[in-house]
């Protein structure tokens, strides 16, 4: 069984700090995928990034990173320099190799960025 | 390119009627999700449909729930009756077969008074 937890429920920044929001997830597949959705107060969840399992690399992008490491199970994400526009809630999600196309979600994690 | 897309946006009704929620995907996406989002929790999947067959509704409560996705386009998913449990958004999502991320429609906002 797949399982992914995101044990923040809620972080409060002040708008420029850094934070990370964590995501760990468990799975039995040797190759699976891991993603970022975003999920503003308006609603719609926004694809942001995908690892493959294979793929250690760190990405980067903007003020958005992301850190996967498999001897933790973890796929962090860290918001560099805050924004108020960075204010939403958080999903990771896990799938697996033979079954790309069903995704687990965590609960997500709440960020608030106060100006 | 336009999103997925789903009416209405918000539904609310008396225990015991039925509802129906519609959803068109992204074009050219051939596989389509619905998920339930309770509150504080993340989408939980109750239906994917691959072209016009559903491969997982094992999540699908089917005594009360259906869905159809006639010509592999949009899709329905119907509610009958409702429940007070079922207060939630469900939320469509679509993904094309060359890639695993999902693009998801803004949901409909269920309230069953």
């Known amino acids: 069984a797949q399982k992914v937890t995101q044990a923040q429920t809620e972080i409060s920044v002040v708008e420029k700090e850094d934070v990370t929001l964590d995501c760990v997830y468990e799975t039995r597949d040797t190759t699976y995928y891991l993603f970022w959705y975003k999920q503003p107060p308006s609603g719609e969840l926004v694809f942001l990034i995908r690892r493959n399992s294979f793929d250690e690399q760190n990405e980067i992008s903007g003020r958005y990173s992301w850190n996967f490491q498999k001897s933790t199970s973890s796929f962090n994400f860290t918001i560099t320099a805050s924004q108020v526009v960075d204010s939403a809630v958080y999903f990771c999600a896990l799938s697996d190799g033979f079954n790309a196309g069903k995704s687990t979600f965590g609960d997500g994690t709440t960020l608030t960025v106060k100006p | 390119e336009a999103g997925v897309v789903q009416s209405p946006r918000y539904k609310i009704i008396e225990k015991k009627q039925p509802v129906a929620f519609w959803c068109n995907p992204i074009s050219g996406h051939n596989t389509l999700y619905w998920y339930r989002q309770n509150l504080g929790q993340g989408p939980e999947l109750l239906i994917r449909?691959?072209?016009?067959?559903?491969?997982?509704d094992s999540q699908l409560p089917k005594d009360r729930f259906s869905a159809e996705r006639l010509k592999g386009v949009d899709s329905t998913l119907k509610i009958q009756p409702a429940e007070l449990g079922d207060s939630a958004v469900y939320l469509c999502a679509s993904r094309k077969d060359t890639a695993y991320e999902q693009y998801f429609g803004p949901g409909t906002r269920l309230t069953v008074t």
């Open positions: 449909y691959e072209n016009e067959e559903a491969v997982d």
